[in-house]
């Protein structure tokens, strides 16, 4: 997960999350996975909405080892425009 892993694992230690994060995902309970994406806007963007920063986009998925079951999952979309500021969907 490009390094997000660390991120996840200080705060689930920082907000008490009663877990223990294990490095071999065989003995996990459950197992996160996540995807990132970041698309740079072009030329006519830029000119004709005054777009001029990146929109992002970020999922992630929790899954049960044993039964399969996706347990959790969360998609955020962030779109960011000159004149509005940020725009989170």
């Known amino acids: 997960m490009n ?21 071999d995902q065989g003995r996990a309970a459950y197992v996160i996975t996540g995807t990132s994406e970041e698309k740079k806007p072009g030329a006519m963007k830029m000119l004709a909405f005054g777009q001029i920063h990146a929109d992002n986009a970020a999922s992630i998925q929790m899954v049960d080892q044993r039964t399969g079951a996706v347990v959790f999952s969360l998609c955020r979309q962030q779109k960011e425009h000159l004149a509005r500021g940020p725009n989170y969907g």
Not at 4 to 10: C, G, K, R, S, T
Request: a positive charge; hydrophobic letters at 50%.
């Open 3 to 23: 390094g997000f892993e660390n991120y996840l694992a200080a705060a689930f230690e920082k907000k008490k999350v009663p877990l223990t994060v294990v490095a």
